[in-house]
């Protein structure tokens, strides 16, 4: 199975560029009508890919681990995920009270919540 970003590097390759003028953001999409119809496809996959990613590190941010080997797992993952040392997500999350911060950030701050319990017990 080829994978989303695969599969717009592949038509990246494939096409010509006045076939891939069409551009899809989670803000939007510029759609060119006689751009081809997989490349337009393809940028909509892309986005929902992306979209997909962000919700589940959400989750997991919003999931407090119950054990010590939970917050050690959480955290091996965070470090996996983050393949490029750009942090992961990439984009910033907004919290409740609309402040913008990192994936990271929040991550932290839920962790500095539940480690006293672990602490105490």
């Known amino acids: 199975m080829v994978s989303v970003l695969d599969a717009h590097t592949i038509l990246e390759k494939e096409l010509p560029r006045e076939k891939m003028r069409s551009n899809v953001t989670v803000w939007g999409e510029e759609i060119v009508s006689t751009d ?11 986005v929902r890919a992306w979209e997909a990613e962000t919700d589940a590190a959400c989750a997991l941010i919003r999931t407090r681990p119950t ?43 839920m962790l500095a919540e539940v480690l006293p319990e672990f602490v105490s017990s």
Do not use: K, M
């Open 36 to 46: 081809d119809p997989r490349w337009i496809e393809c940028e909509r996959a892309v």
């Open 67 to 109: 054990t010590l080997a939970g917050v050690i797992a959480l955290l091996q993952y965070a470090n996996a995920a983050d393949v490029d040392g750009e942090t992961w997500p990439r984009d910033n999350l907004v919290s409740d009270d609309g402040t913008t911060r990192s994936w990271h950030y929040f991550l932290v701050e």
